[in-house]
């Protein structure tokens, strides 16, 4: 099923905050895009745990491609204990596609139970959409002219009572939303590890910053020893005023 959507009011939005790890040198992956250990046992735990108490998991049609993640609760007695909630065993996975290249067989899709919606823009063919909307507990909304609009797409979530939004990255992703003053707080574990490469991929992409005034102000919450690194809590402070955005 794919249905076109049009943002009514764009205040109303989940509490979103980004998920992520990087290396001492600030990378996510290898300059060939592919996924390396940064992080341990404990870290796994704790974004797993993070998985369970999220009413939806967000990512960019790049992390799908390049990593292909399955966004489950990996830990059975989570999934029970959301079930024994009432809540589906994994929460709304959710693709930002703007021109629908999700595979068909991608692990997102076709693993573990749960919905997932895909929000393409209009510019996306739609044969693909079509391809998309007719996959099981799949639905593809559209939100946007030439990309998604995450305003619009945020606005759908919490219509859905999405009131709290994971999101695994990657860069891209990530910028726009960060850009856009659309995030929350930001955790980030930092692994002992160097690995270097000047287009290795970052947390962060997009066009970036370029002036002072532009620069988003964090808050620092916590700062934590885990497995052989450091799990960094920030609050983002210059985006839209709390009182504005109803969760």
Known sequence: MWIYFE?????????????????????????????LRISGVEDFDRVDSLRAGSDAIMVGIGTVLSDNPSLT?????RRNERKKMGKPENPIRVIVDSKARTPIDAEVLNKGAGMR??????RAIVED???????????????????????????????RGVNRL????????NWSLLSQRLVDEIYIYVGNVVIGGESAPTPVGGVGFVRDEELLRLELISADKMDEGVLLKWRVLNHNHKEDIIV
């Open 73 to 77: 609760v990996k830990s059975e007695k």
């Open 166 to 173: 994971m999101v695994e990255g990657g860069g891209t992703l």
């Open 129 to 159: 959409v079509g391809r998309l909307g007719d996959k099981a507990e799949t639905e593809v909304v559209v939100c946007g002219r030439e990309e998604v609009d995450l305003k619009e797409l945020l606005y759908l979530l919490w219509l």
């Open 117 to 122: 919606i895909i929000a393409v823009s209009e």
């Open 7 to 35: 943002t009514m009011n764009a205040k109303h939005r989940p509490f979103v905050f980004i998920n992520m790890a990087m290396s001492v040198d600030g990378k996510v992956s290898s300059v060939r895009r592919e996924q």
